[in-house]
């Protein structure tokens, strides 16, 4: 080994092969060189003291939603980066709800070229498979993946991407197949969501955001698409990553599902789901919504947590999508057509690492559902999602023990609010290095727009 690596960090506690090492870690370039004991002579060019926190592989995270292009006034890449940035994350995909909706290679490429110059982590674009015809060409152009929306209400959830028929799937499931692609899917029961909520206000239910919600997260409502999607997935050996399972019963399917022999099959949960309250609903109004129908059944909270820890659930994603408080007003007026959802990337990070403490999860679970098991789905495992030998040299530097008030006014993401908003968190991301470059430290983010780097998709047979 050479006398000098490019960065040498000192005295902290590594996360290496599953669990917490004694060690400092050297970097030369962007790559990692290996762990080394304390008392090994090499030198960093730069040294950086890790003493009392630990260094953990970069979180990636493969569903931000941008909002590029078309809706920046809520989100653009270089915001969406930095709030990444500063929340850990080295890697995300974006997904293709915009406007233009990424529908063609055209829509993709364009938007590809503004994100090569805005974004400061390394992003990837799902797609959407909604024209047959451009699967193939998506592939051969470098597409990281694919998204199906099988919702549709409104925007976010646009009509125009919505593939809720089942020989429509099949189609698109068919021909992803062939590509080796990714396919990531928001399963959802659109007519039966639609036809309890006609029942439900017109038996009295007043038409606002809390019925809403309510309606919007019923276990049926989900697991009823999710039955019909794996049965569509077996069939045409799509690689699928099924989005917002907080379903018991759609858990219980995949679950069956794996034991089975599935090949192919994943899943993923978002905190706003488990995390958010009825408290958090009254108190914040919009901004916590749809949350609170699941957090106040213990049986559901008991299953998420249950499939996080057994493996049942392979990742848990951020769903980062920003939305002024102007839209979510127009959420409030009508919630069956209005826009939803939440800014995730500046806490997430911090919300998991409270649970780690709470003993919900394990430090090594945290690991491989936010870094290891988004790294595989992309196919980039180990080159990231762990910090062996030759991995890229992404990886947050976190100090576990700080306790800290998560609030609007420290955030990145461009709508200036969390809805974690006035939680103590415990444990708190204080450096991200990205291919060997610091883009945070102690908060302030200092990567350069235009440093990310695109991840092409990687076709992988199951
Ligand atoms: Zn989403």
């Known amino acids: ?209 809390v019925t809403f919600s309510s309606i919007y997260t019923m276990d049926v409502v989900w697991r009823s698409a999710v039955a019909q999607v794996l049965e569509l997935q077996r069939e045409t050996g799509v690689r699928l990553h099924l989005l917002h399972t907080h379903s018991q019963g759609s858990l219980r399917l995949i679950r069956r599902a794996k034991a089975d022999g599935a090949q192919g099959l994943t899943c993923a949960v978002d905190l706003k789901y488990f995390q958010l309250t009825d408290r958090d609903l009254r108190e914040q109004g919009p901004r916590a919504a749809p949350g609170g129908f699941i957090t106040s059944d213990p049986a559901r909270m008991e299953a998420i947590w249950t499939s996080i820890n057994d493996g049942t659930i392979d990742t848990i994603d951020s769903d980062h999508a920003p939305h002024t408080l102007e839209d979510l007003e127009r959420f409030k007026q009508d919630p069956w057509t209005g826009p939803f959802g939440s800014p995730q990337y500046d806490n997430m990070l911090s919300v998991l690492l409270t649970d780690v403490h709470r003993g919900k999860l394990s430090l090594a679970t945290l690991v491989r559902v936010f870094s290891e098991n988004p790294a595989r789905l992309l196919g980039l495992y180990p080159r990231k999602g762990a910090l062996l030998p030759g991995s890229d040299a992404d990886l947050v530097v976190a100090d576990l023990d700080k306790e800290w008030k998560a609030s609007d006014e420290t955030v990145y993401t461009k709508v200036k609010w969390t809805p974690y908003r006035g939680w103590t968190l415990k444990g708190k991301p204080v450096l991200t290095m990205l291919r060997g470059s610091v883009i945070m430290q102690d908060g302030k983010v200092t990567g350069k727009p235009g440093y990310g780097r695109y991840i092409e998709g990687v076709p992988q047979r199951v």
């Not at 024209?131 to 993946?145: N, R, V, Y």
């Not at 209400?153 to 698109?172: N, S, V």
């Open 1 to 209: 080994m050479a006398d000098q690596v490019d960065v040498r960090i000192c005295n902290g506690r590594v996360f290496i092969g599953g669990g917490l090492v004694e060690a400092d870690l050297l970097v030369t370039g962007e790559k990692v060189v290996g762990p080394v004991t304390r008392d090994h002579p090499v030198r960093g060019r730069t040294e950086i003291d890790a003493a009392g926190k630990v260094v953990l592989p970069g979180m990636i995270d493969p569903h931000a939603h941008t909002r590029v292009p078309g809706y920046e006034y809520k989100e653009d890449f270089t915001t969406c980066s930095q709030a990444a940035a500063a929340g850990g994350i080295t890697t995300i995909v974006d997904m293709p709800n915009v406007e233009p909706p990424t529908t063609t290679v055209k829509e993709y490429e364009e938007k590809k070229v503004i994100a090569a110059r805005t974004c400061l982590v390394d992003w990837g674009h799902f797609v959407s498979p909604t024209k047959l015809d451009q699967i193939p060409a998506f592939a051969e152009s470098g597409a990281t993946g694919f998204k199906i929306f099988q919702v549709k209400g409104g925007y976010p959830h646009d009509p125009r991407l919505a593939m809720d028929e089942p020989e429509r799937i099949y189609a698109a499931f068919s021909a992803i197949a062939r590509t080796g692609l990714p396919c990531l899917m928001h399963p959802f029961n659109q007519g039966l969501m639609d036809y309890i909520s006609d029942v439900t206000v017109a038996s009295g239910k007043p038409r606002d955001f």
